[in-house]
């Protein structure tokens, strides 16, 4: 029997011995895939230091071309075995876009030695379960002079030649059951994997979910949201790929939610689920790309950087999520997905607040996120998208009445200009600067340009073309607009907005059948979304179902009891022959008008309702010099009663507009 040196690892609790092919836990057997023991092996071996991804791979499959995910997979393996060290870390950290490197110290033990079973060490190949060739660690070969064996514990003495003819037929049996292990093993792995990359090219779809806390009672939302925002903005460049908006995503925040399910009624085929959590000056993330279909996963693995590198790890999540589903990407695609608008940490961070609020679609929301895209500019001038949520801020606050569009509108323009000035490739901000074309200059041909020219930039972008719909509908152009509309369903099919559109833009083209199916719809997704009563109030209210249409007006005002739904509620009362009603409720909007901005574009519908056509049209004429309506002059409904007065044909003839 010989004494054959090796070396063994020591780290924390764990055992590696890599010539027996062993990781022990407090001497118990800890289960490993070979390759998986094998990365473990080359990152234990050079603890402490960076291991490039190639170098890597070319030590764990040397000579074959293997996808870069197979060995994602496997760190992704030894990090859910290995679990945290006792300082609280991972034991191997991800750098991205470069490499792994094994974090614990530890100890080498090679001056140790057993008594080995002496055979005749060779190079073995095998094949291991994911399909991929893989190689065992090479041993050294014992002294000539020694031809022992030990067999069955008890040691005998061989001849040179019987201990040769032996081996040597040992050595014929396995080479042939390894081969013929290999040749029905490497035809499964084929099989496998081509029904992987099949199953891989068709997924075209895809949610970004929003990130859960790794610790429950520590969330950070603001970042959580954050990085789901950010992701889709990056993924939504992808022409090939669609991904749902975060307004649609928003409401699977529950941190029980299942992934799978999730994208199931998002109707995506892949998910990216993940974890995230801030602890000092670094950020922990966990992700994972599941496939909807049957739960598997495509990829998944564990991040922890310095926070200062969150913008690295962003390329790197969002570039392994292309090369997984796989997509064959653009040249400019490529430099999307890499791009950063912003440099600044503490800049970043103010807009992620920012977008938060936003995303609230709340006149406090509205009003601290127009703080927050101001502070992130103030630290960082050039921050182009943070300009963009400025004029989308501003849009909003102003379109739903909270302020007079007279003092949001040319802020709204302002900030858009600035962001295209900085980076005129950013579809968000010319799809701002069409509505503003819209419904502030009344500009119609640049409106219809900007809206184009967002789409051709992202044509994933589903609120250009949700607006862009909304304008050729109200254009009179009512087949092209609900098209349009459509298309942005498709890309986005949860989202309320889009859907409640949808059924007004029927509304607009009198098929008010259509409407209300689209409406009620809309409400079975949530039966709290107010904009959707007003619609479907008013469809009801053309339809002559009056009881249905106050009931509806009434649901709107109970859920939202502003300026807005009260005039909403006045208007129904007209249409339905309520003049008493409508009258009381104008009044109080009068009264309401002194403490607070009241939108006369209120009074407006609901004189018009009345039939009274000079209070009508004095208060249009206060609702054009506010910029209450302009083109949806041309074909909405409410205006029909005015049409034939020559009073609005000359309103239409100086916005710009025609019969």
């Known amino acids: 029997m010989s004494k054959e040196p090796f070396n063994c690892y020591q780290f924390g609790p764990y055992r590696l011995d890599p010539n027996e092919g062993r990781l022990l836990r407090n001497g118990e057997p800890v289960p490993l895939t070979p390759k998986a023991l094998a990365t473990l092996v080359v990152l234990v071996q050079r603890s402490g230091r960076l291991v490039e991804k190639d170098e890597l791979m070319k030590l764990l499959w040397p000579g074959s071309f293997v996808?870069?995910?197979?060995?994602?997979?496997?760190?992704?393996?030894?990090?859910?075995?290995?679990?945290?060290?006792?300082?609280?870390?991972?034991?191997?950290?991800?750098v991205p876009k470069r490499g792994y490197r094994f974090m614990a110290e530890v100890q080498d033990l090679g001056d140790e030695s057993f008594e080995l079973v002496a055979e005749r060490r060779t190079l073995t190949h095998i094949v291991t379960e994911d399909g991929v060739e893989a190689s065992e660690w090479p041993r050294e070969r014992l002294p000539e002079s020694d031809a022992g064996y030990?067999?069955?514990?008890?040691?005998?003495?061989?001849?040179?030649?019987?201990?040769?003819?032996?081996?040597?037929?040992?050595?014929?049996?396995?080479?042939?059951?390894?081969?013929?292990?290999?040749?029905?093993?490497?035809?499964?792995?084929?099989r496998t994997e081509a029904a992987r990359a099949a199953t891989r090219t068709k997924l075209t779809s895809m949610a970004v979910l929003p990130f859960k806390p790794l610790v429950a009672n520590d969330r950070d939302e603001y970042l959580e949201m954050g990085m789901v925002d950010v992701l889709i903005t990056k993924l939504s460049n992808i022409r090939q790929l669609k991904v749902r908006s975060i307004s649609t995503v928003r409401k699977y925040a529950d941190l029980q939610q299942d992934p799978v399910a999730a994208g199931r009624e998002l109707q995506v085929e892949a998910v990216l689920d993940g974890s995230i959590q801030r602890v000092g000056d670094r950020v922990r993330v966990t992700v994972r790309l599941l496939n909807v279909q049957d739960g598997t996963s495509l990829w998944a693995d564990k991040f922890d950087e310095p926070f200062t590198n969150i913008f690295a790890l962003q390329d790197s999540i969002s570039e392994r999520v292309a090369a997984e589903l796989p997509l064959n990407l653009s040249r400019e695609e490529k430099a999307r997905l890499s791009r950063h608008y912003t440099e600044n940490t503490e800049a970043f961070q103010l807009y992620l607040k920012g977008r938060y609020f936003w995303n609230k679609?709340?006149?406090?929301?509205?009003?601290?996120?127009?703080?927050?895209?101001?502070?992130?500019?103030?630290?960082?001038?050039?921050?182009?998208?943070?300009?963009?949520?400025?004029?989308?801020?501003?849009?909003?606050?102003?379109?739903?009445?909270?302020?007079?569009?007279?003092?949001?509108?040319?802020?709204?323009?302002?900030?858009?200009?600035?962001?295209?000035e900085i980076d005129d490739t950013l579809a968000e901000a010319h799809t701002s600067l069409g509505l503003i074309y819209q419904n502030y200059e009344w500009n119609w041909a640049e409106c219809e340009k900007e809206y184009r020219r967002a789409i051709e930039l992202n044509p994933n972008y589903a609120t250009a073309h949700h607006w862009y719909g909304e304008h050729l509908a109200?254009?009179?152009?009512?087949?092209?607009?609900?098209?349009?509309?459509?298309?942005?369903?498709?890309?986005?099919?949860?989202?309320?907005?889009?859907?409640t559109d949808l059924g007004a833009s029927f509304s607009r083209a009198r098929q008010y059948d259509q409407a209300i199916e689209q409406l009620r719809k809309t409400l079975e997704m949530d039966p709290n979304f107010e904009r959707a009563y007003a619609f479907l109030a008013y469809a009801y209210a053309q339809k002559g179902m009056c009881q249905e249409a106050v009931a509806a007006a009434q649901k709107r005002r109970q859920l939202n009891p502003g300026a807005d739904s009260l005039a909403g509620l006045g208007q129904i009362y007209a249409t339905c022959g309520k003049r008493g009603e409508a009258e009381n409720i104008i009044a109080k909007l009068k009264k309401l008008s002194k403490h607070q901005y009241v939108s006369p574009l209120g009074f407006t519908v609901i004189y018009t309702a009345l039939g009274e056509k000079d209070q009508a049209f004095a208060w249009l004429e206060k609702s054009c010099a506010e910029r209450e309506v302009g083109v949806n002059l041309k074909t909405d409904p409410i205006f029909d009663p005015l049409r034939s007065d020559p009073r609005f044909a000359d309103l239409l003839r100086r916005i710009g507009l025609s019969q």
């Open 474 to 499: 109200l254009m009179g152009r009512f087949d092209e607009g609900i098209a349009e509309i459509q298309r942005a369903q498709e890309i986005d099919p949860l989202s309320l907005i889009i859907n």
């Open 150 to 190: 030990l067999i069955g514990g008890k040691r005998r003495w061989l001849t040179r030649r019987r201990a040769l003819a032996v081996g040597g037929l040992g050595l014929l049996l396995l080479t042939v059951s390894v081969l013929t292990l290999r040749w029905w093993r490497s035809g499964e792995a084929r």
């Open 67 to 94: 996808e870069e995910s197979n060995l994602a997979q496997h760190v992704w393996t030894l990090r859910r075995t290995l679990g945290e060290n006792q300082a609280g870390h991972e034991y191997i950290e991800t």
């Open 361 to 420: 679609r709340t006149a406090e929301g509205l009003k601290k996120a127009i703080e927050y895209f101001n502070q992130a500019i103030a630290i960082d001038p050039r921050y182009a998208q943070a300009y963009a949520g400025l004029a989308d801020s501003y849009l909003l606050i102003g379109g739903y009445g909270l302020i007079s569009q007279e003092e949001t509108i040319p802020k709204a323009k302002a900030a858009a200009e600035k962001a295209l």
